[in-house]
Protein backbone atom coordinates (compact mmCIF):
# COMPACT_ATOMS: atom_id res chain seq x y z
CA UNK A 1 0.00 0.00 0.00
CA UNK A 2 1.00 3.62 -0.93
CA UNK A 3 0.13 5.98 2.23
CA UNK A 4 0.16 9.92 1.26
CA UNK A 5 0.00 12.14 4.52
CA UNK A 6 -1.37 15.28 3.85
CA UNK A 7 0.74 16.80 0.86
CA UNK A 8 0.96 20.56 -0.52
CA UNK A 9 0.12 23.23 2.35
CA UNK A 10 1.76 26.26 1.52
CA UNK A 11 3.67 24.75 -1.06
CA UNK A 12 2.14 23.06 -3.33
CA UNK A 13 3.14 19.83 -5.62
CA UNK A 14 2.78 20.53 -9.49
CA UNK A 15 1.24 17.44 -9.09
CA UNK A 16 0.27 13.95 -8.32
CA UNK A 17 0.26 10.46 -10.07
CA UNK A 18 -0.34 6.73 -8.39
CA UNK A 19 -0.65 4.11 -10.64
CA UNK A 20 -0.35 1.07 -8.12
CA UNK A 21 -1.45 -0.38 -5.19
CA UNK A 22 -3.84 0.96 -2.79
CA UNK A 23 -3.08 4.91 -1.81
CA UNK A 24 -4.17 5.93 1.74
CA UNK A 25 -4.90 9.41 1.01
CA UNK A 26 -5.11 12.83 3.32
CA UNK A 27 -5.89 16.13 2.20
CA UNK A 28 -3.62 16.87 -0.80
CA UNK A 29 -2.90 20.49 -2.71
CA UNK A 30 -1.34 20.93 -6.07
CA UNK A 31 -0.91 23.24 -8.51
CA UNK A 32 -1.79 20.79 -11.40
CA UNK A 33 -3.49 17.43 -12.14
CA UNK A 34 -3.55 14.71 -9.47
CA UNK A 35 -4.47 11.29 -10.56
CA UNK A 36 -5.23 8.61 -8.64
CA UNK A 37 -5.03 5.07 -11.31
CA UNK A 38 -4.56 3.05 -7.90
CA UNK A 39 -7.93 2.10 -5.85
CA UNK A 40 -7.70 4.87 -2.93
CA UNK A 41 -8.61 4.86 0.81
CA UNK A 42 -9.29 8.17 2.44
CA UNK A 43 -11.96 9.16 4.95
CA UNK A 44 -12.90 13.15 5.41
CA UNK A 45 -10.35 14.67 2.52
CA UNK A 46 -10.14 17.46 0.59
CA UNK A 47 -8.62 17.18 -2.86
CA UNK A 48 -7.38 20.60 -4.71
CA UNK A 49 -5.62 20.61 -7.72
CA UNK A 50 -6.05 24.34 -8.39
CA UNK A 51 -7.07 24.60 -12.14
CA UNK A 52 -5.90 21.03 -13.08
CA UNK A 53 -8.10 17.79 -13.37
CA UNK A 54 -8.96 15.31 -10.50
CA UNK A 55 -9.16 11.80 -11.58
CA UNK A 56 -9.72 8.97 -8.77
CA UNK A 57 -12.38 6.73 -11.14
CA UNK A 58 -10.81 3.38 -10.10
CA UNK A 59 -14.11 1.17 -9.43
CA UNK A 60 -12.91 -0.19 -5.89
CA UNK A 61 -12.18 3.24 -4.26
CA UNK A 62 -13.27 3.98 -1.53
CA UNK A 63 -14.23 7.33 0.74
CA UNK A 64 -15.33 6.73 3.78
CA UNK A 65 -15.78 10.64 4.83
CA UNK A 66 -17.24 13.72 2.85
CA UNK A 67 -14.78 14.48 -0.17
CA UNK A 68 -14.70 18.17 -0.67
CA UNK A 69 -13.11 18.94 -4.05
CA UNK A 70 -11.54 22.09 -6.04
CA UNK A 71 -10.00 21.77 -9.47
CA UNK A 72 -10.91 22.02 -13.05
CA UNK A 73 -12.42 18.65 -14.76
CA UNK A 74 -13.18 16.14 -11.93
CA UNK A 75 -14.11 12.35 -11.75
CA UNK A 76 -14.64 10.58 -9.02
CA UNK A 77 -15.73 6.98 -8.17
CA UNK A 78 -16.58 5.16 -4.88
CA UNK A 79 -17.38 1.52 -4.89
CA UNK A 80 -19.73 2.00 -2.23
CA UNK A 81 -21.70 5.34 -1.01
CA UNK A 82 -19.90 8.67 -1.79
CA UNK A 83 -20.71 11.42 -0.08
CA UNK A 84 -18.82 15.31 -1.64
CA UNK A 85 -18.37 18.21 0.49
CA UNK A 86 -17.78 21.56 -0.31
CA UNK A 87 -17.19 21.16 -4.16
CA UNK A 88 -15.68 24.21 -6.48
CA UNK A 89 -15.06 22.22 -9.96
CA UNK A 90 -15.45 22.55 -13.80
CA UNK A 91 -16.88 19.35 -15.53
CA UNK A 92 -18.06 17.11 -12.38
CA UNK A 93 -18.76 12.89 -13.18
CA UNK A 94 -19.59 11.67 -9.84
CA UNK A 95 -20.32 7.80 -9.40
CA UNK A 96 -21.06 6.02 -6.86
CA UNK A 97 -22.48 2.15 -5.90
CA UNK A 98 -24.75 3.00 -3.19
CA UNK A 99 -25.95 6.46 -2.29
CA UNK A 100 -24.68 9.39 -3.50
CA UNK A 101 -24.57 12.35 -1.85
CA UNK A 102 -23.70 15.95 -4.19
CA UNK A 103 -22.69 18.12 -1.27
CA UNK A 104 -23.02 21.63 -1.70
CA UNK A 105 -21.05 24.10 -4.10
CA UNK A 106 -20.30 25.03 -7.75
CA UNK A 107 -19.40 23.08 -10.94
CA UNK A 108 -19.40 23.89 -14.54
CA UNK A 109 -21.59 20.94 -15.21
CA UNK A 110 -22.83 18.14 -13.34
CA UNK A 111 -23.06 14.32 -14.51
CA UNK A 112 -24.06 11.83 -11.39
CA UNK A 113 -25.15 8.25 -11.26
CA UNK A 114 -25.83 6.53 -7.74
CA UNK A 115 -25.88 2.79 -9.39
CA UNK A 116 -27.92 1.42 -6.48
CA UNK A 117 -28.76 4.09 -4.17
CA UNK A 118 -30.11 7.47 -3.97
CA UNK A 119 -28.58 10.84 -5.03
CA UNK A 120 -29.00 13.49 -2.98
CA UNK A 121 -27.19 17.09 -1.31
CA UNK A 122 -26.06 18.73 1.60
CA UNK A 123 -26.07 22.07 0.56
CA UNK A 124 -27.01 24.61 -2.35
CA UNK A 125 -25.79 23.65 -5.95
CA UNK A 126 -24.81 26.13 -8.46
CA UNK A 127 -24.06 24.56 -12.03
CA UNK A 128 -23.20 26.84 -14.74
CA UNK A 129 -24.19 24.21 -17.73
CA UNK A 130 -25.97 21.13 -17.67
CA UNK A 131 -26.79 18.59 -15.35
CA UNK A 132 -27.88 14.88 -15.35
CA UNK A 133 -28.81 12.48 -12.62
CA UNK A 134 -29.47 8.97 -12.84
CA UNK A 135 -30.38 7.24 -9.45
CA UNK A 136 -32.09 3.63 -10.99
CA UNK A 137 -34.50 2.33 -8.90
CA UNK A 138 -33.73 4.89 -6.11
CA UNK A 139 -35.13 8.25 -5.29
CA UNK A 140 -33.69 11.93 -6.30
CA UNK A 141 -33.85 15.26 -4.21
CA UNK A 142 -32.29 17.78 -5.02
CA UNK A 143 -34.74 20.36 -3.45
CA UNK A 144 -32.57 23.13 -1.63
CA UNK A 145 -33.91 26.43 -2.04
CA UNK A 146 -30.43 27.85 -3.23
CA UNK A 147 -29.68 25.76 -6.08
CA UNK A 148 -28.88 27.68 -8.88
CA UNK A 149 -28.93 25.70 -12.98
CA UNK A 150 -28.23 27.40 -15.12
CA UNK A 151 -28.19 24.48 -17.97
CA UNK A 152 -30.68 22.12 -18.41
CA UNK A 153 -30.97 19.64 -15.48
CA UNK A 154 -32.17 16.04 -16.89
CA UNK A 155 -33.17 13.27 -14.43
CA UNK A 156 -33.34 9.59 -14.49
CA UNK A 157 -34.89 6.57 -12.31
CA UNK A 158 -36.97 3.99 -12.17
CA UNK A 159 -39.93 2.63 -9.37
CA UNK A 160 -42.10 3.97 -7.24
CA UNK A 161 -39.16 6.74 -6.19
CA UNK A 162 -40.11 10.40 -6.01
CA UNK A 163 -37.87 13.10 -8.01
CA UNK A 164 -37.64 16.28 -6.33
CA UNK A 165 -36.11 19.67 -7.87
CA UNK A 166 -35.71 23.08 -6.68
CA UNK A 167 -33.91 26.00 -8.33
CA UNK A 168 -34.02 29.98 -6.74
CA UNK A 169 -34.36 30.97 -10.63
CA UNK A 170 -35.69 29.68 -13.65
CA UNK A 171 -35.22 25.72 -14.32
CA UNK A 172 -34.86 24.13 -18.00
CA UNK A 173 -35.98 20.27 -17.42
CA UNK A 174 -33.44 18.43 -20.26
CA UNK A 175 -34.73 14.81 -21.44
CA UNK A 176 -35.91 12.96 -18.40
CA UNK A 177 -37.20 9.30 -17.97
CA UNK A 178 -38.90 8.83 -14.35
CA UNK A 179 -40.54 6.40 -12.37
CA UNK A 180 -43.77 6.13 -10.62
CA UNK A 181 -43.20 8.03 -7.75
CA UNK A 182 -44.06 11.72 -7.14
CA UNK A 183 -42.41 14.44 -9.74
CA UNK A 184 -42.02 17.24 -8.15
CA UNK A 185 -40.20 20.75 -9.40
CA UNK A 186 -40.24 24.37 -7.99
CA UNK A 187 -38.33 27.10 -9.54
CA UNK A 188 -38.32 30.98 -8.48
CA UNK A 189 -38.43 31.68 -12.13
CA UNK A 190 -39.90 30.48 -15.32
CA UNK A 191 -39.89 26.67 -16.29
CA UNK A 192 -39.24 25.05 -19.53
CA UNK A 193 -37.65 22.28 -21.27
CA UNK A 194 -35.25 21.07 -23.40
CA UNK A 195 -36.16 17.90 -24.03
CA UNK A 196 -39.31 15.02 -23.62
CA UNK A 197 -40.16 14.30 -19.73
CA UNK A 198 -41.73 10.58 -19.48
CA UNK A 199 -43.05 9.56 -16.48
CA UNK A 200 -43.45 5.71 -15.89
CA UNK A 201 -46.91 3.97 -16.71
CA UNK A 202 -49.47 4.55 -13.34
CA UNK A 203 -47.36 7.31 -11.93
CA UNK A 204 -48.55 9.82 -9.08
CA UNK A 205 -48.65 13.39 -9.74
CA UNK A 206 -46.34 15.48 -11.28
CA UNK A 207 -46.37 19.16 -10.19
CA UNK A 208 -44.21 21.75 -11.10
CA UNK A 209 -44.91 25.35 -9.30
CA UNK A 210 -42.61 28.60 -11.21
CA UNK A 211 -44.70 31.05 -8.28
CA UNK A 212 -45.84 34.10 -10.59
CA UNK A 213 -43.99 32.97 -13.40
CA UNK A 214 -44.66 30.91 -16.59
CA UNK A 215 -44.73 26.86 -16.94
CA UNK A 216 -43.96 26.01 -20.76
CA UNK A 217 -44.00 22.12 -20.84
CA UNK A 218 -45.29 21.51 -24.86
CA UNK A 219 -42.61 19.72 -25.92
CA UNK A 220 -45.11 16.58 -28.47
CA UNK A 221 -42.99 13.66 -26.78
CA UNK A 222 -43.89 14.68 -23.25
CA UNK A 223 -46.22 11.67 -21.74
CA UNK A 224 -47.50 12.45 -18.12
CA UNK A 225 -49.36 9.42 -16.90
CA UNK A 226 -49.99 11.08 -13.61
Do not use: C, E, H, K
Not at 144 to 150: E, K, L, M, S
Amino acid sequence: DIVLGAVGGTTPLTGVTINSNTASIQDTSTTGDQTYNARVSAGAVSLNAGSGTITATNANNDFTGAVNLAGGTTQITDGNALTLGTLATGALTAASTGALNLGSGSASSIVAASNGGPVSQSGALSVSGTTNVNAGANTITLANPGNDFTGAVSVTNSGANDVSLRDVNALILGASNVGSGTLAVMAGGPITQAGAIAQAPGAVAATFNAGANTITLANPGNDFTG
